[in-house]
Nanobody
Framework: QVRLVESGGGLVQAGGSLRLSCAAA????????MGWYSQAPGKQRELVAT???????KYVDSVKGRFTVSRDNAKNMVYLQMNSLRPEDTATYYC?????????????WGQGTQVTVSS
């Protein structure tokens, strides 16, 4: 069952930008924090950025100042603006709640969207 659909990834040169979008199939109003997760080949999925319903954001140190996470509750959308991309950002990016509770979107990870940054 598709609950989350990520899009916007692609191939970009270092220093370039991408804007990722996440469309949720249900209301996200009640979810305190939505986030973006990244998973590089052979590595565990890890949280990169979160945004609360009140607009508070948190980022992993490596993306601070470069990425901006936002959400539009009326449209059930979550976004990740990625600027000044680096090869180290290369990964598949997923959106989900933080934490990804089974009773919410936790059991319904989307396909993710691939971001590849070339040097």
């Amino acid at each position: 069952q598709v609950r989350l659909v990520e899009s916007g990834g692609g191939l970009v040169q270092a220093g370039g930008s991408l804007r990722l979008s996440c469309a949720a199939a249900r209301s996200i109003d009640s979810i305190v924090a939505m986030g973006w997760y990244s998973q590089a080949p052979g590595k565990q999925r890890e949280l990169v950025a979160t945004v609360t319903s009140g607009g508070l954001t948190k980022y992993v140190d490596s993306v601070k100042g470069r990425f901006t996470v936002s959400r539009d509750n009326a449209k059930n959308m979550v976004y990740l603006q990625m600027n000044s991309l680096r090869p180290e950002d290369t990964a598949t990016y997923y959106c989900n709640a933080d934490p990804p509770l089974p009773g919410e979107f936790g059991a319904y990870w989307g396909q993710g969207t691939q971001v590849t940054v070339s040097s």
